[in-house]
């Protein structure tokens, strides 16, 4: 179903309306901004968020008082809190920024909604498909809206790839494969808990890559195990990891093409947490007439090889960066909702990704295919 159809179909037409005519936007445009979670990644997004000319950073939120502190005097931010609650009762803004555990997703951002800001959350959007389906529905019901990261579909390198796909140069598309992993994270215990693992922290990439290029999976298979058993974090010192530390995903799209991502946090990676000078291939699709392959991670790509029948050579292609940069999800949804457009990172497709980890999990324990129910308007541009 092409994007336009599907937007009819499933009324999101109705919910695009906040967009263009949000009363509570200022004057100049600027979308006021509070970022709830001062930890890793703020550290990312805040130094990108301040430098937005569609930005007004409002204030900051942890529930450990000194990480907002910090952040509020290093990017003079006006206002700080340590509880949600006094975040929504406290200086008025529009998008609410949710950089916090992922077990903690689905509740603040239910909470941000019902006191109608908009919301950009880190992935995942909610602990379970369910969850995410229900605030998506909450919010259009509330006139706002809600965005979940990854924003992998805005680098060029996606467009360029998409592109390709839509245009036939692959031919047929018959299978893609993607992989993402490192070492893990040692900062903070939630990504090993129940409700974190290697699926929402990083195989979120690859299954946004893919179902983004090749359109939405209608069934999936998945084996996914604990390969390390205690991890020592800087937070809660020893534990015991609960939550897939190992994953592979196999898909079936609409198109009948078939994919597979793998990802974890036992993986050897030479370029390290940040990705610093990976220069490899870490997605490939091939078809019936040609095979391309990223160079470099989906979050962080640096161009496109390809080689078709028409041009057999392998030629590299879409190696200009232009603006993107894996941190800018928040700041082109404030940039939208300044502007009135529409963009390209769609929250239908962040819930069809949730799906596919949930669905990756329950085939897992059940050792059978899972059937997906949920779309996304494809292409997305
Ligand atoms: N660290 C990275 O490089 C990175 C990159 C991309 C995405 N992410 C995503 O960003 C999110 C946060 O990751 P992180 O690495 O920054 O974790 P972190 O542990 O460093 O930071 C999370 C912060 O959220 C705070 N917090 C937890 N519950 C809260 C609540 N109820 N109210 C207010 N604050 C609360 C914690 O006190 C902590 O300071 C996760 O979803 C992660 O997947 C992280």
Redesign the pocket.
């Known amino acids: 179903m092409k994007r336009k159809e599907f937007l009819q179909a499933v009324g999101t037409v109705v919910a695009l309306s906040p967009l263009a005519s949000n009363a509570s936007i200022s004057a100049d445009k600027k979308i006021r901004v509070a970022v709830?979670?001062?930890?890793?990644?703020?550290g990312?997004y805040l130094p990108h968020l301040s430098k937005s000319n569609f930005v007004e950073l409002v204030s900051v939120?942890?529930?450990?008082p000194d990480?907002a502190k910090k952040r509020a005097e290093e990017f003079k931010v006006p206002n700080q809190y340590d509880?949600?609650d006094k975040l929504l009762a406290g200086a008025p803004f529009d998008l609410m920024i949710n950089?916090?555990?992922?077990q903690?997703?689905g509740r603040?951002n239910k909470q941000a909604i019902l006191a109608k800001k908009h919301v950009w959350s880190?992935?995942p959007m909610a602990n379970t498909y369910a969850e995410g389906k229900a605030l998506y529905e909450l919010a259009k019901q509330s006139g706002v809206r809600i965005w979940g990261?990854p924003a992998v579909v805005n680098s060029p390198q996606f467009a360029f790839m998409l592109q390709q796909v839509q245009e036939g140069k692959l031919g047929k598309v018959a299978g893609a494969t993607a992989h993402y992993g490192h070492l893990g994270?040692t900062?903070?215990a939630?990504?090993y808990e129940k409700g974190g693992g290697s699926l929402?922290?990083l195989g979120v990439y690859n299954l946004a890559s893919l179902t983004g290029m090749l359109g939405p999976a209608k069934s999936v298979m998945a084996m996914t195990n604990i390969l390390t058993k205690e991890r020592t974090v800087d937070?809660k010192g020893k534990i015991t990891v609960e939550a897939e530390d190992n994953a592979m995903v196999l898909m079936q799209h609409e198109s009948g093409a078939l994919s597979h991502v793998m990802c974890g946090f036992n993986y050897f990676d030479p370029y390290g947490?940040q990705g610093t000078g990976q220069d490899k291939p870490t997605i490939s699709v091939v078809g019936t007439k040609g095979a391309m392959h990223l160079i470099g991670y989906d979050w962080m790509p640096f161009g496109v090889d390809m080689a078709t029948i028409d041009k057999e050579e392998n030629t590299r292609y879409a190696s200009d960066p232009g603006n993107y940069v894996?941190q800018m999800g928040a700041s082109v949804i404030c940039e939208a909702l300044s502007k009135g457009t529409e963009p390209k990172i769609n929250a239908e497709h962040a819930l069809h990704v949730l799906e596919i980890i949930e669905a990756a999990r329950k085939s897992q324990e059940t050792g059978k295919r899972i059937d997906l129910v949920s779309k996304f308007p494809y292409p997305l541009f």
């Open positions: 709830i979670g001062c930890g890793s990644v703020s990312v939120c942890d529930i450990k990480r509880h949600i950089l916090t555990n992922m903690e997703h603040l880190e992935k990261a994270p900062w903070s939630f990504f929402p922290d937070d947490h894996w």
